[in-house]
């Protein structure tokens, strides 16, 4: 089975900070990624599928990029409502597997 | 406006068995896959089953083959998970969530304690 990891497992920013996550397949999965976000006792959100398509209603902060086995999720300016783990997912076929996870706090 | 929520979910003792639903709504269900993903306390998020939009599809990770099976009623927009000789590593929110482009939707989640 392909391996997500994720890095790093959890950051510290201050608001307005650019803030960067990367997921690595350990094989090429072409763009079939998507990014979750999800806030503390809450249920995962889908922010980002196709590494880089902003899902409907998702702030323009948000963007993902990448191909193949590397890729990034990006917050332009972080904002207090973002504090939450962040997870990649795999979709090209079964497992769909998810990264480990990253936890983003506000300094 | 679609919704999936979960039934089922409770205290069971270790090798016992349990069965989740996820009753799915403002959507066409026969038209989608599904899947179940399963997070235990304090840790990350683990795909564990699928199935296809007719059923004749399924897939389940390594750590519950065997114990559990997914299945679906089209006829009633409803997703099950029988599981079965339960383990204290089964204890976990269990969540049915939609397959598209990723799982753009997601129900509330079911506890399942595995405890005696």
């Known amino acids: 089975d392909i391996q997500m990891t994720q890095s790093p497992s959890s950051l510290s920013a201050s608001v307005g900070d650019k803030v960067t996550i990367t997921c690595r397949a350990s094989?090429?999965?072409?763009?079939?990624l998507a990014w979750y976000q999800q806030r503390p006792g809450k249920v995962p959100n889908l922010l980002i599928y196709?590494?880089?398509t902003l899902q409907s209603g998702v702030p323009s902060r948000f963007s993902g990029s990448g191909s193949g086995t590397d890729f990034t999720l990006t917050i332009s300016s972080l904002q207090p409502e973002d504090v939450a783990t962040y997870y990649c997912?795999?979709?090209?076929?079964?497992?769909?597997?998810f990264g480990q996870g990253t936890k983003v706090e506000i300094k | 406006e679609v919704q999936l929520v979960e039934s089922g979910g409770g205290l069971v003792q270790p090798g016992g068995s349990l069965r989740l639903s996820c009753a799915a709504s403002?959507?066409?269900?026969?038209?989608?896959?599904m899947h179940w993903v399963r997070q235990a306390p304090g840790k990350g998020l683990q795909y564990i089953s699928g199935?296809?939009?007719?059923?004749?599809?399924?897939y389940y990770a390594s750590s519950v083959r065997g114990r559990f099976t997914i299945s679906r009623d089209n006829s009633k927009n409803t997703l099950y998970l029988q599981m079965g000789s339960l383990r204290g590593e089964d204890t976990a929110v269990y969540y049915c969530?939609?397959?598209?482009?990723?799982?753009?939707?997601w129900g509330q989640g079911a506890l399942v304690t595995v405890s005696s």
């Open positions: 969530a939609r397959r598209n482009s990723g799982n753009d939707y």
């Open positions: 403002g959507f066409t269900f026969s038209s989608y896959g």
């Open positions: 199935i296809s939009s007719n059923g004749d599809s399924t």
């Open positions: 094989q090429g999965i072409d763009n079939y």
């Open positions: 196709a590494a880089s």
């Open positions: 997912q795999k979709y090209n076929s079964a497992p769909w597997t």
